[in-house]
């Protein structure tokens, strides 16, 4: 069975870190994109970072200097490091995965994970 599973998030005051994990089952992250993407209530999804087969990265220039995304296809995993959290980063987080690489809209990436909750509050 094809799946992928986020874990990671929590509660974290201003200035915390957390570091989401996405791991797959039932195939093999090498040859994928892996997308990080975040939806907070009321908001539209947003994609926050992806990772390419080649390990380069894009990240949403909002979070840039603060997260970083990085694979281990030893461990069939993507990370999601977040560092400096604001309240403004509170969301559901998701991964999901695509094989046509990161410059694609997010209708591209499947499946999908169930997410992981992160909320930012003192």
């Known amino acids: 069975q094809v799946q992928l599973v986020e874990s990671g998030g929590g509660l974290v005051q201003p200035g915390g870190s957390l570091r989401l994990s996405c791991a797959a089952s039932?195939?093999?992250?090498?040859?994928?994109?892996i997308g990080w993407f975040r939806q907070a209530p009321g908001k539209e999804r947003e994609g926050v970072s992806c990772?390419?087969?080649?390990?380069?990265?894009s990240i949403l220039e909002s979070v840039q200097g603060r997260f970083t995304t990085a694979r281990d296809n030893a461990k069939n995993t993507v990370y999601l490091q977040m560092n400096g959290l604001k309240p403004e980063d509170t969301a559901v987080y998701y991964c999901?995965?695509?094989?046509?690489?990161?410059?694609?809209?997010?209708?591209?990436?499947?499946?999908w994970g169930q997410g992981t909750q992160v909320t930012v509050s003192s």
């Open positions: 039932g195939f093999t992250l090498d040859y994928y994109a």
């Open positions: 999901a995965v695509t094989s046509r690489g990161c410059a694609v809209s997010m209708r591209n990436f499947g499946p």
């Open positions: 990772i390419s087969s080649d390990g380069s990265t």
